[in-house]
């Protein structure tokens, strides 16, 4: 008998294997994986004339598909198509390209080329990182119109889709499908493929680099969006203890939230706010709790024109953004631009990358840029439909006083032509900054006085305090939001912040985490400016939780007295979720 079965060959199961990645979106989900990766087999008989003839026909394909998008999909997610489309008709990037192609290149080579020329002039920061992924979106989609494949998947199963990126003209093309989450390489919280992913719920999983090599085609994966973990082929036992049936939705409101407030279970009161990027993110305004937009980013209308939109082009689109907000108030955040570069344009500065030259030191070199982007904001507010709401402006990368009087005298030197031109001003300007540069928190007294409001960039902060790349996964998870030193900073800024009764929220990564969140909420931060997806979430957590609790806990776990801190030997993300265990804390 033993014979007999050492000869019957049994199939090979491939065994269990846990990836860990980065969270870019929370939930638990279940299905099989449908590796996206288009390949192109080049006919090595063709001309160097045919192959640009080929690269080019595909290009307007790709465009005929984003133009099939909008005409489907309208207005929903219309701006991020309109970004992707133009990114295709760059003429910079085409030339680029074709440049690699007349080099004897074949098509995939010079698409790849031009991406790692990308990959090394944008660099380590966040935001440049995710212009970086539309454009290896938008070469993904040229890959597939060369290969001429249709997408082609069984409607019938839940499907986790992995590659490398996906951008939202390839987003649509999977909307017929059962997707139930995505697998990516790419790490960026911002790339507008994550944006729509959030916006619908779709549990997100970043940071998986070669991930071809650890996951098939129709491999079963458990995704963890909440702690940034894949399961590859998980056994029977772990898919029992995961509930993945549980889908995110907005409960009914309790009657403290249904009257406007979100209140702990102590009676304190937490603001709500939202960041947006898009006029579909101010849809959730509509609910109670949220009191306005409190960052407002504002670089995709400069994505989609290859020259500074004008004057009256911006007005438009922040007149349409302030009455979508109606009586709410909404924070714009002024340009954040890297180098000397405007979106269509910034592929001539690639040979000579400048790090670190971002808003005010680029503003210091151009004013007069942002002071087109200023006066457009003035004029939408008075005329608006709600012309009598303050207007809100805050700037980004701040990092010494010094910077903070030159653009608050920019803005008053608009406000002023205004009122010389004979035109009306807004009744009230308040002008705030982003607190992302740890140069600041060393001149608080200073940069305090110049704010009426200031708004803690987390992502940014953590990065430099730290002097890691947010970008790299490996890195990002070597070190803790909730670490003491990180904390200890945090708490000088809210402490000093709240002293001057100046205005402090939170507007990164953290704010959108119910237990980094419930930090927060320990060290005196009441405002957080979170993305629309986590506004349940938050709510929830918040009105579980008694903050007067939390308050000791924090305030014990960052005293200078040894003999003050009652478990040493665990970290403050061991102590915080010991509490929310104990105070059946409600973090999801």
Not at 4 to 17: D, S
Not at 279 to 287: F, Q, T, V
Not at 492 to 501: E, L, M, P, R, V
Request: glycine share 4%.
């Amino acid at each position: 008998m033993g014979a007999l079965f050492m000869n019957e060959k049994a199939p090979f199961t491939q065994p269990q294997i846990t990836i860990e990645g980065m969270s870019l979106n929370l939930g638990i989900a279940h299905g099989h994986a449908y590796m996206y990766d288009p390949e192109y087999t080049e006919d090595t008989q063709l001309s160097t004339k045919q192959k640009e003839e080929r690269f080019l026909h595909a290009v307007d394909q790709a465009v005929e598909l984003c133009g099939e998008n909008l005409n489907i999909f309208q207005e929903q997610n219309r701006e991020l198509i309109l970004v992707q489309k133009a990114l295709l008709q760059d003429p910079a990037w085409q030339q680029r390209v074709i440049d690699e192609i007349q080099s004897k290149q074949n098509i995939a080579y010079a698409l790849d080329k031009v991406l790692e020329d990308l990959d090394l002039a944008f660099g380590g920061d966040s935001f440049w990182h995710a212009r970086f992924q539309e454009v290896r979106g938008i070469t993904q989609l040229v890959r597939q119109c060369l290969a001429k494949k249709e997408i082609e998947i069984d409607k019938t199963k839940p499907i986790v889709l992995c590659a490398k990126t996906i951008s939202p003209v390839e987003m649509m093309q999977f909307d017929q499908a059962n997707l139930v989450a995505m697998v990516v390489e790419d790490n960026s919280f911002l790339s507008h493929g994550m944006i729509i992913a959030r916006s619908r719920g779709i549990p997100v999983v970043g940071g998986v680099i070669e991930l071809k090599k650890f996951i098939n085609n129709n491999d079963e994966l458990l995704v963890d969006g909440d702690l940034g973990r894949i399961y590859v082929r998980p056994l029977s036992a772990i898919v029992a203890n995961y509930d993945t049936s549980k889908k995110p939705q907005f409960s009914k409101p309790s009657d403290a939230v249904a009257k406007g407030a979100v209140i702990s279970r102590d009676g304190t009161p937490v603001h709500i706010l939202i960041n947006a990027n898009i006029n579909e993110d101010l849809e959730c305004l509509e609910r109670s709790t949220i009191k306005g937009v409190g960052l407002y980013r504002t670089e995709i209308p400069f994505m989609m024109s290859e020259r500074w939109p004008d004057v009256q082009t911006q007005t438009r689109l922040y007149l349409q953004v302030m009455n979508k907000a109606k009586d709410k108030f909404v924070v714009f955040r002024a340009l954040d631009v890297g180098g000397d570069k405007t979106f269509q344009s910034l592929h001539k500065s690639f040979k000579e990358p400048s790090k670190g030259w971002r808003h005010s030191r680029f503003t210091l070199q151009r004013p007069s840029l942002i002071r087109l982007q200023l006066r457009a904001m003035i004029r939408a507010r008075v005329t608006c439909d709600y012309p009598d709401l303050p207007l809100h402006i805050m700037f980004p990368m701040i990092s010494e006083a010094q910077e903070m009087r030159f653009v608050r005298e920019l803005l008053q030197k608009e406000l002023d032509r205004e009122k010389n031109l004979g035109h009306a001003a807004p009744t009230t300007v308040r002008v705030g900054a982003m607190v992302e540069v740890p140069s600041v928190v060393f001149q608080l007294t200073q940069f305090l006085d110049l704010v009426d409001f200031i708004s803690i960039g987390s992502n940014d902060l953590f990065q430099f305090f730290f002097a890691i790349d947010r970008s790299d996964a490996v890195m990002s998870r070597r070190y803790d939001f909730l670490s003491r030193a990180f904390m200890q900073m945090l708490k000088t800024i809210i402490d000093q912040a709240n002293a001057k009764g100046v205005s402090v929220s939170l507007c990164g990564e953290m704010a959108s985490r119910p237990l980094e969140a419930m930090a927060l909420l320990g060290i005196g931060l009441r405002y957080f400016s979170i993305n629309p997806n986590s506004v349940e979430t938050i709510e929830n957590m918040v009105q579980s939780l008694d903050i007067w609790s939390i308050q000791d806990c924090m305030n014990d776990c960052l005293s200078d007295n040894p003999f003050a801190y009652k478990a040493a030997h665990l970290s403050i993300r061991e102590r915080v979720m010991e509490l929310a265990q104990i105070q059946q804390t409600q973090l999801s």
